[in-house]
């Protein structure tokens, strides 16, 4: 496959990761603020083994996208000011 492909599958999947991960956090939330207590189990390991990939593969992305940002902000430089403010 082209590397482009494969970049916009990657990223494709990573932003579905981070998404689903917002939805999972506020169905969280609003149970917990109904019922004022959470239980989650998940009694199929393989559902269980896919969801921690999942899991590991957000925050990964989430650090990838993270460091392409502070790259970008580094090479991108002020413009310098002349003194006497003008």
Known sequence: MP???VSILMHS???SVLGASLVFT???YMEFFAK???T????NPLILSI???LAVYGVLY???IYQKLVQEAKKTKEPN???GGR
């Open 40 to 43: 989650y189990i998940e009694p």
């Open 62 to 64: 989430l650090a990838h």
């Open 13 to 15: 999947l990573g932003m």
């Open 3 to 5: 590397k482009k492909i």
């Open 26 to 28: 506020l169905i969280t």
């Open 81 to 83: 000011c002349k003194k």
């Open 51 to 53: 969801e921690t990939c």
């Open 36 to 38: 004022h207590s959470i």
